[in-house]
C-alpha cells in the first residue's frame, strides 16, 4: 500500500504553489494541503502562473500527484445561516471565487466547513448550505468541495454521518460532492476512533466509503464528545498514535492524509514544524518523542 501523506503547508509567501511544493518535499511528504490565502480574510493575491509551472515541475519530477492535493477554503465563510442575505450571497460569491482559484492552480478538490448555524435551527442550516453549494457549483466546473466532518464546536453543523448526508443529499451535483474526515474532530464530536471500523461500516451504509476524499490525521488535546475542536500532536492527546495508525492503515481507505498538528514549542524561539518526524512516525509505524 502505497501511502499518500502530508501536512498543510504555506501558500503565501512569494512563490506560491512553487513555495508549497517545496515546503512539503522539506517533509519528505507526497501529498500537501494549503489555503490559497488568508484563513482569515478574504484577500487574495493573484496566482502567478510562472510559480505554478514550475511547481508542477517539481512535482512531478518528485511524484507527487496534484488529484491528491487538498486547498481548503478559509474559515470565514459560512453558508449555514442566512440572516444577513447581502453576507450570505457574499460567502457564496467568494467560495466560487475559491473554487476558481483551484481551478487555475490545477487543484480539484477544495475542503469547507459546512458551517455555524447560529441564530437559525440546523435544519434551516442544513438547507442553507445545501443551496449555498448548489449556487457555487452552477457557476463553477469541475471542482469538488470536501464536506469536513466537524467537532460540533458551538453551532457547527457537520457533526455527524447522518448531517453530513442531509446536505450531500441535497447537492444537485452529486459527483462533485465529497466528504473530509479530521480524526481529532471525529473524536471530539464523540466518535471512538478505536471502533474505526464501525464508524466506517456506518458510513458505508450511508453515504458510501467512495465519498471519503481525504482525511486529516489530528491527535485531539481533548476527551471524546468534548466538542472542542484543539489538535494535538501525532500520539500526544486523547486518540493516541495507535488508534490514528488503525485510521491510516485501514485498507479500506487509499486516501491523501494531511497532518494539522501544532508547531512544537510554539511562540519560543525554537519553535518548528513536525510534520517531518510526524511523517516519519507514521510511515515507520514508530512513534517519535519530541
Ligand atoms: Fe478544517
Ligand atoms: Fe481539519
Ligand atoms: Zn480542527
Known amino acids: 500500500m502505497n501511502l499518500i501523506i502530508g ?31 488568508s484563513t482569515q480574510s478574504t484577500s487574495r493575491s493573484t496566482i502567478n502562473d510562472e510559480f505554478t509551472y514550475e511547481a508542477y515541475k517539481l512535482m512531478l519530477k518528485n511524484n507527487i500527484d496534484s488529484n491528491n492535493v487538498i486547498v481548503h477554503a478559509p474559515y470565514i465563510i459560512n453558508l449555514a ?17 475559491e473554487l476558481d482559484r483551484c481551478k ?31 449556487y457555487v457549483y452552477n457557476k463553477t466546473t469541475n471542482i469538488m468541495i470536501l ?26 451535483d452529486v459527483n462533485r460532492i465529497g466528504v ?8 471530539d464530536s464523540g466518535i471512538d476512533i478505536s471502533k474505526f471500523d464501525d464508524f466506517l461500516n456506518e458510513f458505508d451504509i450511508k453515504i458510501g466509503i467512495s465519498k471519503i476524499k481525504c482525511i486529516h490525521l489530528n491527535d485531539s488535546l481533548n476527551n471524546i464528545g468534548s466538542h472542542k475542536d484543539r489538535h494535538a500532536n501525532i500520539g500526544y492527546g486523547t486518540i493516541g498514535f495507535d488508534n490514528l495508525l488503525r485510521v491510516v492503515y485501514n485498507d479500506r481507505l487509499n486516501v491523501p492524509f494531511i497532518i494539522e498538528t501544532p508547531y512544537i514549542n510554539r511562540n519560543t524561539n525554537e519553535s518548528f514544524a513536525p510534520y517531518k518526524y510526524e511523517i516519519e512516525s507514521i510511515r515507520n509505524k514508530e512513534f517519535i518523542d519530541f
Do not use: W
Open 7 to 37: 501536512s498543510h503547508v504555506s501558500f503565501n509567501n512569494k512563490e506560491q504553489l512553487l513555495g508549497s511544493v517545496k515546503e512539503a518535499l522539506s517533509y519528505n511528504a507526497n501529498t500537501f494541503m494549503i489555503y490559497t490565502g
Open 81 to 97: 445561516n442566512r440572516k444577513d442575505e447581502d453576507k450570505y450571497k457574499f460567502y457564496c460569491d467568494f467560495l466560487a471565487n
Open 104 to 134: 487555475s492552480l490545477g487543484l480539484n478538490k477544495i475542503v469547507l466547513h459546512p458551517g455555524s448555524a447560529t441564530t437559525c435551527s440546523r435544519e434551516e442550516a442544513i438547507k442553507n448550505i445545501i443551496d449555498g453549494i448548489n
Open 147 to 172: 464536506l469536513e466532518f466537524m467537532a460540533g464546536k458551538g453551532t457547527e453543523v457537520g457533526t455527524s454521518i447522518d448531517e453530513l448526508k442531509c446536505i450531500i443529499d441535497g447537492i444537485d
Open 180 to 187: 473530509c474526515l479530521d480524526t481529532c474532530h471525529m473524536n
